[in-house]
């Protein structure tokens, strides 16, 4: 996604070595994705899901499949 | 005593020949107070080794504050991926904080082809909804290596 848009940006972050900043996003299960301070995407998905969610939510006009 | 076993060095090894552009780690790491930061820089020498296409930067979380603010690198351990475009660094905002080990050290090899050929593999459908995308959004991914 990063690579597609210059507006995003990607970290992946090992939530057992950042301790701190996991529980500052109370994250319990992994993989836990936070989009800004606005988003949770819990778990893994395919592309077709895992990236509508996200831009629904940052006024992109797109619909997950099924919708 | 390496990280890598011989056979999953062999196996890299052939993956990278497929690299076009060459990829630059860099690295931001710490002299002392970073448990992380040895293991990680382990690693990556293991990775820069297996291509001369993979290139490795080093720098101090601590003291090359200016390098530490043009990436914008929030902790430490931390790798930045940036692409080699005609000399040029090409860099897409991609980060790893921590070891990549187990998981996530896939994700980097992953990460690494798709950044030298300066293509994520996304569908159509998915590049074009990123493409009218106008605000920053900032992902971070919780992962743990197992």
Known sequence: MAME????????VDASEFAELSDSYQVYGVPLTVANEKVRIEGGMPEQMFIPQILQKFGVPVKLPGQ | MGLL????RAQL?????QLTNAVKLVFFTQASDCDFCPL???VLDELVGLSDKIQLETFDFATDKHQVQAFRIARIPAIALVRIEAGQDRDYGIRYYGVPSGYEFASLVGDILDVSRGDSGLSAPSKA???QLKEPVHLQVFTTPT
């Open chain 2, 13 to 17: 090894q052939k993956e990278f020949e």
């Open chain 2, 40 to 42: 990680t820089k382990q």
């Open chain 2, 129 to 131: 909804a990123l493409a």
């Open chain 2, 5 to 8: 076993r011989d056979d999953d």
């Open chain 1, 5 to 12: 848009s210059d507006f995003v940006t990607a970290d992946m």
